[in-house]
Nanobody, 128 residues
Framework: QLFLAESGGGLVQPGGSLRLSCAATGGSLESYAVAWFRQTPVRERERVSCVAIDTDRTFYGDSVKGRFTIFRDNDKNTVSLQMNNLKPEDTGEYYC?????????????????????WGLGIEVTVSS
């Protein structure tokens, strides 16, 4: 059973940076597509970014393109999300999700039901 745990959230001022990490136990994240989702009280859970199995092909939502970077560290069995130039609208609960079969593309892997494994989430607040 794969277990995921997020870390690295917190409070940051607009324009600042945070790095979220998703650490896995019970399996190797190399064998999973991994995504980061974001949810707020007024918006449903939406995919922010994902990284594909094996190829390291990545996808970013339009709202974070050019500011966020997703990357794997296979030695640490983690997938991280580097978030730069943060904006107040980036505020939310961030979840990492993994699935061994889901694709990572603009047309696939963007719905929560496509992922079998989830972390508990971590809060990110961007505010002055």
């Amino acid at each position: 059973q794969l277990f995921l745990a997020e870390s690295g959230g917190g409070l940051v001022q607009p324009g600042g940076s945070l790095r979220l990490s998703c650490a896995a136990t019970g399996g190797s994240l190399e064998s999973y597509a991994v995504a980061w989702f974001r949810q707020t009280p007024v918006r449903e859970r939406e995919r922010v970014s994902c990284v594909a199995i094996d190829t390291d092909r990545t996808f970013y939502g339009d709202s974070v393109k050019g500011r966020f970077t997703i990357f794997r560290d296979n030695d640490k069995n983690t997938v991280s999300l580097q978030m730069n130039n943060l904006k107040p609208e980036d505020t939310g609960e961030y979840y990492c999700a993994a699935d061994p079969e889901t694709l990572c593309a603009s047309y696939a892997g963007k719905r929560p039901y496509e992922y079998d494994h989830w972390g508990l989430g971590i809060e990110v607040t961007v505010s002055s």
